[in-house]
């Protein structure tokens, strides 16, 4: 079994000792699962760009960069389908809803990879956005997904 994880972008605080950005828990989460899953499955770290890794514990991790923080969201949501397909999961976590949620349900149900979303906040559970506080206008759409 391979499983994939989906780190958001605040998660350079964590793999970056010298990084300028905070993280929260479900950064500390998605980290404590793949540091789990990756002693027992195959597990992959698909994370942005980064231009630089620095922490104690990069050798537990199996890292994917993605797309960096600077790409518009097309060619964000590309280049993760890019790191999907080269990586072959057998099931995607990702933590948080992103502007390309719906289109990566779809894509997983279409490639047989489970989704699992995990909601990362109430402002989520209504549709919302959490770092913008916009309306997702395929939130309705992502769950029946």
């Known amino acids: 079994m391979k499983i994939g994880i989906i780190f958001s972008r605040h998660a350079e605080a964590l793999l970056d000792k010298n990084s300028k950005r905070t993280y929260g828990g479900g950064e500390i989460q998605m980290y404590n699962i793949a540091k789990e899953f990756g002693k027992h499955v195959e597990t992959f ?7 630089e890794i620095n922490f ?3 050798e537990s ?12 969201l097309l060619i964000k949501f590309l280049k993760m389908i890019q790191a999907i397909s080269r990586v072959k999961p057998d099931v995607l976590i990702q933590r ?47 769950l029946r997904s």
Do not use: R, W
């Open 56 to 58: 104690e514990e990069e």
């Open 96 to 142: 948080g809803v992103t502007p390309y949620s719906y289109f990566l349900a779809k894509f997983c149900k279409l490639k047989k990879v489970k989704f699992i979303l995990m909601i990362g906040h109430d402002i989520e559970a209504e549709g919302v956005y959490q770092s913008s506080l916009k309306k997702c206008h395929t939130f309705k759409l992502l």
């Open 45 to 51: 770290s698909l994370i942005q760009d980064y231009e």
């Open 61 to 72: 991790f199996n890292f994917v960069k993605t797309f960096k923080d600077s790409d518009n």
